[in-house]
């Protein structure tokens, strides 16, 4: 069983800065994937972010305006994904949510249905 715990949501300004943590418990393997996405209010689910335990590649949505701003990274010693967010704007304003596939073989690492385990998520407000 995987357990998903998020933090380091909160109210920024914008323009500011945040860095979420997922932290999880139990293995991974070499095929684990690791993704983060973000629901707005009376939106759908959305992708940020993903990344390959191992070798560490990185996935990035392409419509969502993430790019050059957002980056994820993982610590595999402390079992920990990040999401380091800057000049955040207003519409990034969301509850982001971590999630793993942990034995990644098929499915878009950009779909929500590929991934078997997820976080309680944690909310960003990016005030104007």
């Known amino acids: 069983q995987v357990q998903l715990v998020e933090s380091g949501g909160g109210l920024v300004q914008a323009g500011g800065s945040l860095r979420l943590s997922c932290t999880a418990s139990?293995?991974?393997?070499?095929?684990?994937?690791m993704g983060w996405f973000r629901q707005a209010p009376g939106k759908e689910r959305e992708f940020v972010a993903a990344?390959?335990?191992?070798?560490?590649?990185?996935?990035?949505s392409d419509s969502v305006s993430v790019k050059g701003r957002f980056t994820i990274s993982r610590d595999t010693a402390k079992n920990t994904v990040y999401l380091q967010m800057i000049r955040l704007k207003p519409e990034d304003t969301a509850v982001y949510y971590c999630?793993?596939?942990?034995?990644?073989?098929?499915?878009?690492?950009?779909?929500?249905?590929?991934?078997?385990?997820w976080g309680q998520g944690t909310q960003v407000t990016v005030s104007s």
């Open positions: 139990g293995r991974f393997s070499s095929t684990t994937i």
């Open positions: 990344i390959s335990w191992s070798p560490g590649n990185t996935y990035y």
């Open positions: 999630a793993a596939d942990i034995n990644h073989w098929a499915g878009s690492v950009y779909s929500a249905r590929t991934y078997d385990y």
